[in-house]
């Protein structure tokens, strides 16, 4: 995943060209990989690792809080629809 990151940033050419936007993967990793370069040539190639670092840091941290969030509110709803489930089936006997 990291990869074509570190390629753009240790790589000597810069010759991403700013597309316009779409749904595309293509387009959105060319364009990310065009501002990635732009962030290299104004800032550096160390100041960019540190970005990138902090941005998978970040990204990791969102990632977990929402699958996290997402299991604290889903969790009553799996427990309701079993104990409703278990109720009907031993009402019937």
Known sequence: MIVPFLNVLFSQERNYVL??????VKDLLNNFNYYLSD???QH???????FISLLV???FFLKN???????????PIRNGVVRDIRR?????Y
């Open 65 to 75: 809080i929402t699958r996290y969030m997402a299991m604290y509110y889903l969790v």
């Open 39 to 41: 962030f290299v040539v």
């Open 57 to 59: 840091v970040i990204l």
């Open 19 to 24: 597309r316009p936007w779409s749904s595309s």
């Open 44 to 50: 550096g190639q160390l100041e960019a690792l540190s």
């Open 88 to 92: 009907d089936v031993y009402s019937k």
